[in-house]
């Protein structure tokens, strides 16, 4: 059995929360880059349900999602038999290395975080919990458990990478060479999907309030239509790339195509050279993003109608994912001086 220390091939971890709808930000920016990479790294997805208790959540939709979420690893070409996919709260190494991180993560390094800073902002003060601003030691901690050299990720999770960087770079400086510093690995295209509605706003799966915010991974087709049909552009006529902001929603359409096509710019403008305006491009644009998610709904289909199947899978993956876990905590709480519990 291979563990950290005969580690034969690169490692990726990463992972999604199990909260709302996944949409296809989701997809593009983590989930399908995982499916390529499976096949160049060793690898290990989990979902991590412990993190999606940092802000209000509901038991029921938690187990639900969790399951679901396991499920739409599988539909989007994340194969059980190559890759490791659990639950992040099947090992109770992840709580305990975040609480030994914790107390070596300077606070000041946690109230920078600007993904804290914008989800506390959107609830009661006396409601944020202080999960919600430890959530990057755990997520610290899902990431070096595994020793992973990359992590793909959307552009999003770029500053809680570089928090992970430091907290290891911090522990080795500590207690000696223990964990792997990892890389951030963001794709070229679709790291970064804006709302349908709202195109200078991250499209988030938790964002309910707007029918039109999102288009989700199981939304049928003419709600995808309707959705893309409906996204904010601009008043003008040109079919470009553009980073100026009034041109947000034009642009956000032609990343969406663009990653899920797997074009060049100069192809994607090329396929819209002929269009007659924005009412052609996002009739393409809800071509190519039927075309993606039809393969993915089907096999959630299929996956989610075999009874027990999902569980039997994240079981045995819990298992695989322990021996890795448990072997770096291990060597962790020895290098931090703990006693052993047996002689
Ligand atoms: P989460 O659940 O918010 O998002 C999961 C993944 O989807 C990416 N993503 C996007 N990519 C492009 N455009 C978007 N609009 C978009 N929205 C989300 C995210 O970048 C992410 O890769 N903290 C993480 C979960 C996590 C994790 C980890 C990730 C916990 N532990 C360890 C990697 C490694 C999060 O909240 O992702």
Known sequence: MSNNGSKKRKRVLSGVQPSGNLTIGNYLG???QWAREQHNFESFFCVVDLHAITVPFDPDELRTKTREVAALY???????EISTIFVQSHLPAHSELSWLLNCLTPLGWLNRMTQFKDKAAKQQAESVSSGLLNYPVLMAADILLYQADAVPVGDDQRQHLELTRDVAQRFNHMFGDTFTVPEAMIPPSGARIKALDEPTAKMSK???????HA????DPPNRIKKKIMRAVTDSGRDIEFSTDPER???NNLLEIYQAFTEKSSEEVLADFADARGYGDLKKRVVEVVNEGLTPIQQRYNDLTSEAGYVDEILAKGAERAAE???ATLELVRERMGFLKAHV
């Open 324 to 326: 890795v876990a448990n």
């Open 248 to 250: 947000a929603g034009v």
């Open 74 to 80: 599988m539909a989007s070409g994340i194969d059980p």
């Open 30 to 32: 983590a989930l399908k």
């Open 206 to 212: 938790s964002q309910v309030d707007s029918e039109y």
């Open 215 to 218: 288009a989700y991974l199981l």
